[in-house]
């Protein structure tokens, strides 16, 4: 029973090593999972739009968030949300023609300086991003308001569906993960187990079982022994019964057997 239990329980923690090892090789990643459906790639402007299908709003952003940690990310929206990066923005929305699903749009800065509407963002975003994102120096005229609403707000730049080469090139939307990789160790013998029961511990050439041996000779008793064998009990080396003739001792008839 107990090695029934035992062995159910390395069974286990083999399971969990080897998904946490897969864990920490990045797993599957949202753009992967998420389709891209459109694409902008122009004078520096970078727009890729995502369809994540019966999915709401709210719960893209908490997926997204808890995979790669925003600088800011909006207050809970049904209809608009937006996860801010370093270098992008992800705007979240429900989708007008399909309200079941969600578009996630993922623009670097530029983009959302030449199309988006600073008054729009200011419903969302704090005023210190926005000022570091817009230079109240310049005059932005964008009115753009997010991909599901590209029709009447129109981008100063033209969507398209994304090449079988673009999707390729896209990159994901998440962050990789922070597992490790464990490699095993160069002088490991995975034939044998050592006598630690690690398989990743070479075992020591002396104490291998497999080694050639050679009988020795002992020539006090005349006894053979084997010295790949500790058992000087019965062996295959052990003193053969002799089947020479008996020795006869001078001036007597008597036969003598030899011991």
């Given at each position: ?22 864990a920490g090789c990045g797993g599957q990643s949202v753009s992967s999972t998420y389709p891209l459906e459109s ?125 079988k080469q673009e999707k390729k090139a896209a990159p994901p939307i998440t962050t990789s993960g922070s597992g ?17 029961g690690s398989i990743f511990k070479k075992s020591d050439a002396t104490s291998s079982s497999s080694g050639s ?47």
């Amino acid at each position: 029973m107990w090695k029934r239990l035992l062995k159910g329980m390395k069974a286990a923690l083999a399971v969990s090593l080897a998904v946490t090892v897969l864990a920490g090789c990045g797993g599957q990643s949202v753009s992967s999972t998420y389709p891209l459906e459109s694409v902008v790639d122009k004078g520096g402007e970078t727009s890729r739009v995502y369809r994540a299908e019966n999915k709401t709003v709210p719960e893209v952003a908490k997926e997204l968030a808890d995979q790669k940690t925003p600088k800011e990310i909006s207050k809970e929206d049904n209809d608009h949300m937006f996860l801010v990066y370093s270098d992008e923005w992800y705007h979240l929305q429900k989708d007008p023609q399909k309200p079941e699903d969600t578009l996630i749009e993922v623009d670097n800065q530029k983009f959302v300086q030449q199309n988006y509407s600073s008054s729009f963002l200011q419903g969302y975003i704090t005023a210190t991003v926005i000022n570091g994102l817009f230079d109240l120096a310049k005059s932005y005229s964008g009115n753009y308001r997010g991909y599901g609403s590209r029709d009447t707000y129109k981008p100063t730049v033209v969507y398209h569906t994304p090449t079988k080469q673009e999707k390729k090139a896209a990159p994901p939307i998440t962050t990789s993960g922070s597992g490790s990789i464990i490699k095993r160790s160069s002088s490991a013998d995975t034939s044998s187990k050592s006598s630690s029961g690690s398989i990743f511990k070479k075992s020591d050439a002396t104490s291998s079982s497999s080694g050639s041996g050679k009988i020795i000779h002992n020539s006090s008793d005349s006894s053979y022994s084997s010295s790949s064998s500790s058992n000087s009990g019965s062996s295959i080396f052990s003193r053969p019964k002799s089947n020479s003739p008996p020795k006869t001792s001078k001036g007597f008839g008597s036969l003598k057997r030899r011991r």
